[in-house]
């Protein structure tokens, strides 16, 4: 079974940056998806962005575009996504998960999650 660790959320005013890092196991190196999503406070999960080993190919989020990198890459049997994200603002406050990509309702093996909070 996969099984995601998610870190580098932190506490950040707006226009600050991080960068966030996903380690998956469990997880085929040789093709996958692998993306990032959100939770706000009361609000749904949300995708954010996504990662395809084929070609490279990524997805952005509207809210996101232009502001967050999503990249990827493998050593041996663990998948490694970060998240690099610059000119962030309140509205990017969320718990952040890493997942393949697009995820299926059934997915259950969701990682703690990093929080980052964004202050104006």
């Known amino acids: 079974e996969a099984q995601f660790v998610e870190s580098g959320g932190g506490l950040v005013q707006a226009g600050g940056s991080l960068r966030l890092s996903c380690a998956a196991s469990?997880?085929?190196?040789?093709?996958?998806?692998i993306g990032w999503f959100r939770q706000a406070p009361g609000k749904e999960r949300e995708g954010v962005s996504c990662?395809?080993?084929?070609?490279?190919?990524?997805?952005?989020a509207d809210s996101v575009k232009g502001r967050f990198t999503i990249s990827s890459d493998n050593s041996k049997n663990t998948v490694l996504a970060h998240l690099q994200m610059n000119d962030l603002k309140p509205e990017d406050t969320a718990v952040y998960y890493c997942?393949?990509?697009?995820?299926?309702?059934?997915?259950?093996?969701w990682g703690q999650g990093t929080q980052v909070t964004v202050s104006s």
């Open positions: 997942a393949p990509c697009p995820v299926g309702a059934d997915f259950s093996s």
């Open positions: 990662f395809g080993s084929a070609g490279g190919s990524t997805y952005y």
């Open positions: 469990g997880f085929s190196p040789d093709m996958y998806t």
